[in-house]
Nanobody, 122 residues
Framework: QVQLVESGGGLVQAGGSLRLSCAAS????????MGWFRQAPGKEREFVAA???????YYRDSVKGRFTISRDNAKPTMYLQMNTLKPEDTAVYYC????????????????WGQGTQVTVSS
């Protein structure tokens, strides 16, 4: 059972930056595909970004060029650097893990964190 704990959320003005972290409890972290999802009020949870065990990355179109996903297998922790934030990025952000290959499908992820709130003011 992999336990995931997110941190780094908060309130930021539009155009600002935040870095989210997701700490994992499992030493097999290096073999997992890791992903970030988000859920805005009244909306379905949606895929944001994923990183495979070989560091291949995958992003939703609306965050390309603004968000960067990365991982440090020694810690083991995953990150989401979010730049040029927009009010529409406001959501609860969740990290997730799967032993499948690189995927943006929510149903493919087996382990989830509790979420961290990101609020972007205009």
């Amino acid at each position: 059972q992999v336990q995931l704990v997110e941190s780094g959320g908060g309130l930021v003005q539009a155009g600002g930056s935040l870095r989210l972290s997701c700490a994992a409890s499992d030493s097999a972290f290096r073999f997992y595909t890791m992903g970030w999802f988000r859920q805005a009020p009244g909306k379905e949870r949606e895929f944001v970004a994923a990183i495979g065990w070989s560091d291949v990355t995958y992003y939703r179109d609306s965050v390309k060029g603004r968000f960067t996903i990365s991982r440090d297998n020694a810690k083991p922790t995953m990150y989401l650097q979010m730049n040029t934030l927009k009010p529409e990025d406001t959501a609860v952000y969740y990290c997730a893990a799967t032993d499948r290959g690189l995927t943006g499908l929510e149903d493919h992820y087996d382990y989830w964190g509790q979420g961290t709130q990101v609020t972007v003011s205009s």
